[in-house]
């Protein structure tokens, strides 16, 4: 079984930028998608951005387009997510999920992290 833990989130300026990170271990395979969710008080979990682990092909959703990256550590199964030009509704908890890459089930999920921006 594969886990999860997200760190770097943090309090940042508009206009500033953070890293997170999501480390994965116990039973990990690179057959996998890892992806970035958030949610904001009130509102829905959303899809951030995914990144199918093995061969790198990365989806953006339009509310990271342009401003956030991920990038892939292989040696320490760790998916970084860049986040630039952050802006007050960025604000929420941003979870690392990951599922194999054959379903759509995100199964698995690390406990969050919060990211507040002020305006």
């Known amino acids: 079984q594969v886990q999860l833990v997200e760190s770097g989130g943090g309090f940042v300026q508009t206009g500033g930028s953070l890293r997170l990170s999501c480390t994965a271990s116990?039973?990990?395979?690179?057959?996998?998608?890892r992806g970035w969710f958030r949610q904001a008080p009130g509102k829905e979990r959303e899809l951030v951005v995914a990144?199918?682990?093995?061969?790198?092909?990365?989806h953006y959703a339009d509310i990271a387009q342009g401003r956030f990256t991920i990038s892939r550590d292989m040696r320490k199964n760790t998916a970084h997510l860049r986040m630039n030009s952050l802006k007050p509704e960025d604000t929420a908890v941003y979870y690392c999920?990951?599922?194999?890459?054959?379903?759509?089930?995100?199964?698995?999920w690390g406990q969050g992290t919060q990211v507040t921006v002020s305006s």
């Open positions: 990144v199918r682990w093995d061969c790198g092909t990365t």
């Open positions: 999920a990951a599922r194999h890459f054959a379903t759509n089930e995100w199964n698995t």
């Open positions: 116990g039973r990990t395979f690179s057959n996998y998608v």
